[in-house]
């Protein structure tokens, strides 16, 4: 389906969703209700959404006609496949999780290495392990999703750039973006696929408005702040806590780059003994490699340069490779070396 058409079918399932699930969320922005927010408790229901359940998404049921090769795209080389994803109820039937999400998000992230048809042939293959009625389920969620996803990067487009824009506005989008998901995906669905993303978008457009807020102090903010971050789910919290500390370490490491006594005691105070003792450990062996990597990319930069046919020039690189990493360093090399 052509762009503009497929946007402008989009814009017609959604218009109506949009209306009610903005008009509740509009006049919702308060100081004293820190993160305003569109209810996704009872989204809003498209006609097409059942329809689409009873048409197929032509993007899958088409693994047999696809040929994959055997070795995953470079990207993927030496990662794991997410697993927890392949859960079902006691009748058989799919549960939707954010593990099936990253199923398919960590073969999608490839587009590009491959095709879409081969990346979805992947996927495919992987749902295969799951017995029916689940195996249809997943196969239907995986078409709705891919559909949803053309159709939320053509309504993205039609936004423009977003920088600049003010809380209202992005509230707005925002409740575009989550009606267009239940359009396509049933509500339990798109709960379990995106409600982190939302939390943490109704906290990004919340944080937008009290930063831009003339009439609070700045103690004001920070506190209005603290309140707005406070309702994110605990583990989205935990993982902000956890990226401002070792923001801080990255400033600190560089502030005592040249006092290593001083950077392990900070190091200990800010992390504990074991979670300081594994992360020194991990940075001498990031340096080691760094060093290993620098010596082998001059290498491999004069073997590039050297005029060697093709084959010569792999089994070249192979050897260079061996002679510096071991066999799991190896693909991560090859994958850093695909992507210069």
């Given at each position: 389906?052509?762009?503009?058409?497929?946007?402008?079918?989009?814009?017609?399932?959604?218009i109506a969703?949009v209306?009610?699930?903005w008009?509740?969320t509009?006049?919702?922005?308060?100081?004293?209700?820190p993160?305003?927010?569109?209810p996704?408790?009872?989204?809003?229901?498209s006609?097409?959404?059942?329809?689409g359940a009873?048409?197929?998404?032509?993007?899958?049921?088409k693994?047999s006609?696809?040929r994959?090769?055997?070795q995953?795209?470079?990207?993927?080389a030496?990662?794991?496949?997410p697993d927890?994803?392949a859960?079902?109820?006691?009748?058989?039937?799919?549960?939707?999780?954010?593990?099936?999400?990253?199923?398919?998000?960590y073969f999608?992230?490839?587009?590009?290495e491959?095709s879409?048809?081969?990346l979805?042939?992947?996927i495919?293959?992987a749902?295969?392990?799951?017995?029916?009625?689940?195996?249809?389920?997943?196969?239907a969620?995986l078409?709705?999703?891919?559909?949803?996803?053309l159709?939320v990067?053509d309504?993205?487009?039609?936004?423009?750039?977003?920088?600049?824009?003010g809380?209202?506005?992005?509230?707005?989008?925002?409740?575009?973006?989550q009606?267009?998901?239940?359009?396509w995906?049933?509500?339990?669905?798109a709960?379990a696929?995106?409600?982190?993303?939302?939390?943490?978008?109704?906290f990004?457009?919340e944080k937008l408005?009290i930063?831009?807020?003339?009439?609070?102090?700045?103690?004001?903010?920070?506190?209005?702040?603290r309140?707005?971050?406070?309702?994110?789910?605990?583990?989205?919290?935990?993982a902000?806590?956890?990226?401002?500390?070792?923001a801080?370490?990255e400033?600190?490491?560089?502030?005592?780059?040249?006092?290593?006594?001083?950077?392990?005691?900070?190091?200990?105070?800010?992390?504990?003994?074991?979670?300081?003792?594994?992360?020194?450990?991990?940075?001498?062996?990031?340096?080691?490699w760094?060093?290993?990597w620098?010596?082998?990319?001059?290498?491999?930069?004069?073997?590039?340069?050297s005029?060697?046919?093709?084959p010569?020039?792999?089994k070249?690189?192979?050897?260079?490779?061996?002679?510096?990493?071991?066999?799991t360093?190896?693909i991560?090399a090859?994958?850093?070396?695909?992507?210069?």
């Open positions: 389906m052509k762009p503009r058409i497929r946007l402008f079918l989009v814009l017609l399932l959604i969703a209306g009610s699930f008009m509740m509009a006049d919702r922005v308060a100081v004293d209700d993160v305003a927010s569109a996704v408790d009872e989204p809003p229901i006609v097409s959404q059942e329809e009873a048409a197929p998404s032509e993007l899958v049921n693994a006609s696809v994959v090769p055997e995953l795209p470079a990207s993927l030496g990662t794991s496949v927890g994803w859960r079902t109820d006691r009748l058989g039937n799919l549960i939707p999780t954010p593990h099936l999400r990253q199923l398919f998000e999608l992230s490839a587009l590009g491959e879409l048809q081969q979805v042939a992947r495919e293959t749902l295969s392990a799951l017995e029916e009625p689940a195996r249809s389920q997943a196969l969620t078409g709705n999703y891919l559909e949803y996803k159709a990067s309504l993205e487009q039609s936004y423009g750039e977003v920088s600049g824009l809380a209202r506005e992005m509230q707005r989008r925002m409740a575009e973006i009606a267009l998901r239940r359009t995906l049933d509500a339990d669905t709960d696929f995106f409600a982190d993303d939302e939390a943490v978008d109704r990004q457009i408005r930063t831009s807020d003339d009439s609070l102090t700045e103690e004001q903010k920070a506190e209005a702040l309140q707005a971050e406070s309702s994110l789910p605990e583990p989205l919290r935990k902000r806590e956890e990226t401002r500390r070792f801080d370490y400033q600190v490491r560089q502030e005592l780059a040249d006092d290593p006594r001083a950077l392990a005691a900070w190091r200990q105070e800010a992390f504990g003994d074991a979670a300081a003792d594994r992360l020194a450990r991990l940075e001498e062996e990031q340096e080691e760094n060093r290993r620098q010596a082998y990319a001059q290498e491999r930069d004069r073997l590039l340069s005029g060697l046919a093709e010569e020039r792999q070249a690189l192979q050897r260079l490779r061996a002679r510096h990493f071991n066999e360093e190896r991560r090859q994958a850093l070396d695909s992507i210069r």
